[in-house]
Structure formats: structure tokens, C-alpha cells
């Protein structure tokens, strides 16, 4: 299986994988793919760095990208304003009474941190500095096109930007704003989704733009992965699937999250707006439910949102109670029902695709 895409970067398979994990991207790379490290969760630069030189030394040399988190517009960014302060009394006493109801323990007085600061422009900007000091192969952004001097500076290092895109619209924005590859995110992908599904999606931005596009949202299999070639996509961009290899394991040590993802079905996640204010699919747990119950209140705009259940997603990470945890994940969690290395789910991927393609010669 070679598209354009693999000699552009280099890859043997274009199955790009973005990952929160250093360890699963690496393995990614290793495994032939485009292993993509998912940048947000890193407040301070430093760390940023040294994880892209951990990368460096664990890719044997294959390439990998990096994904950052630049909304196109956050209107207090920038300004004095006091985020915490524009956080209402009663959703604090909603995340504060739910957390209590639900039977998940306080913090430790140490353990407060700052939550995520990666959805803010001015630290989704220091990823990019650091990240083009490494020898990364892409930048893609989560939140549609990174301003126009972001992508400059990208191009300035010859590297590639991608851009997700729910609408073909959005992709054509996309690219006139200079993004060189369109991931075109399907509803039942996990984490931002918009309302079209990938079989409708996909060749929609296909025909709407000219250069190459990375289907996303609900691949988990060859069969899958044939199908996103099939609508017209350049390869494969496959995030919620590697939540359950042995290297994410690796990231995440006696994951609850990863228990409650073995136990899931296709029809336990939901799209929903707790997660950072805007609509995310999550896998609907005791947490995500107490969300829509009468009473709950209506999630906060990015970033506030995401402010006001930092401290609540630490407490249920800590809490290891599989029934709250609080993880974006898609459709295809109903696929993911074992632990494995990413080497054998690369394999299995590819070992699939062949017998698609093979099965359907036999039907010319
Ligand atoms: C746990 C998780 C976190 C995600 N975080 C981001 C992110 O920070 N940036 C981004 O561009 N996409 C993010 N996504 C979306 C993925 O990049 C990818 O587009 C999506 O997972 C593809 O659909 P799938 O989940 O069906 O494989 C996330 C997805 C998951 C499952």
C-alpha cells in the first residue's frame, strides 16, 4: 500500500497515528507509519523538548510529526483578563458536587496543577519553536488552520502543515490558508468532531480540495483503512486505536481508562462539550452523564470549559474508577477489546487491507 504520501515522507504505510504518547508515536515510526506526538498537554517548553529528544532517539531515524492545539480565535487571548475569574460559582459547585456524588476522592493539597494550557495561542506557539528544533516531518493542528505566520514559519523549515477539517468548507479555508495536507475527521471519530460522518465526509473534501487527504474517524481495522482509499483519501489518520496498545499502557501505568475502553462498545461514547467547550466525542461514562442530566449546567466556551474540570480530570485519573474516567475516544472503541503492541496492529492493518484488495479484484 503506497500512496503519494509515503515517498513525500518517507513512511512504507500511510497510516498516520496521532497519539498522546511519546511511546506509542515512536512506535508508530517504527513500525512504518507516521507516528504523530500530540503536543497539548505540555504546559512548560522544556518538557516538550525533552520528550522530542527522547523521540529523536526512539525512531531509529524514521520520521514523526508533532500536533499542536491553535483554535482559531480565542477572544481573551492575549488580554489581562483573569480566566478563572469568568468561571460561574455554580459550575464550580455543579464539578464539586458531581465529583462527591459520584465518589471520586479531593486532591492531595500538592497535587493542584494548572491544568492544560495547551489550548492557549501563546503556548501552542512555543510548542511550534521547540518542535521545529527536532526533526519532525509535519505539523498538523486540531483546531483548523494555525494563523498564516504559523505555517509560514512551518514552510520556512520545509516542513508540511496538516489542518482537521468536519466540513468541506473548512477545508478549502484550509487551504488557502497555505495547509498543505486536509485530515478530514469524520462524527464518529474521537475527540473535536463536527456532525458528518466519515463515508459522506471524506470524498466531500476530496473532490472540494486539491491536495492530499488523510480520512480520520473510525478506522480500526484493514477493511476500514481500504474504505478511507477508496473515498479518495492519500491514507489513513487513526487516533483512538492506539489507546489500547501495550506502549500506550507503557504512558498511562494500570490505566483505568484503558479498562473502561476494553469494556466499551461502539455505542458507549458521546459528542459533547465537557471535555474543552467545544463539541468532543468522549466515552460516555458516569462522568459525561451527570453532564446531561436535569440541572447540569451548560458547558463553558473554550477555555474556560477545560479550566473548569482540570482539577476534576486529575481527580479522576487519581480516583482509578473505570465508570468515571473522562476520555475522548471514538466510535471504534467497540473494536479495541485487547491490549497489543503497536507492531502487531500496524501488521494486522496492513495483513487486512491486502485481503480487502484481493477480495475485491475477485469481484471485477
Ligand atoms: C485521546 C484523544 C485525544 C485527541 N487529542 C487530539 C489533539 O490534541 N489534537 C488533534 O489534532 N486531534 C486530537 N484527537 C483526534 C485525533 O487526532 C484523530 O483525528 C481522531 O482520533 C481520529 O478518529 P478515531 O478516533 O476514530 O481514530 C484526539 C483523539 C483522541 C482519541
Redesign the pocket.
Known sequence: MRTELCDRFGIEHPVFG?T?SEHVAAAISRAGGLG?L?C?RFNDPAELDAVLTWMDEHTDGKPYGV?V?MPAKIPTEGTAIDLDALIPAGHRDFVERTLQELGVPPLDEDAHGAGVLGWLHSVARSHVDVALQHPIKLI???LGSPPRDVIEQAHEHGIPVAA?AGKAEHAQRHVANGVDIV?A??Y?????TGEIASMVLVPEIVDAVDVPVLA?????SGRQLAAALALGASGG?????W?TTAEYAESVPASATQQALLAAGSSDTVRTRVYTGKPA?LLKTRWTEAWSQPGAPEPLPMPLQNLLVADAHQRITRSGDPSVVS??????VGRMNEIRPVADVMSDLLREFDETLTRLDKLR
Open positions: 496521532f498522546p504523530v500530540g497539548v500536533d492545539v498538523a493542528n486540531a482537521l485530515v475527521q469524520g464518529e471519530a474521537g475527540g473535536h480520520a474517524g473510525g478506522i480500526g489518520w487513526l487516533g483512538s486505536y489507546l466525542r476520555m475522548p475516544v471514538g466510535q471504534i
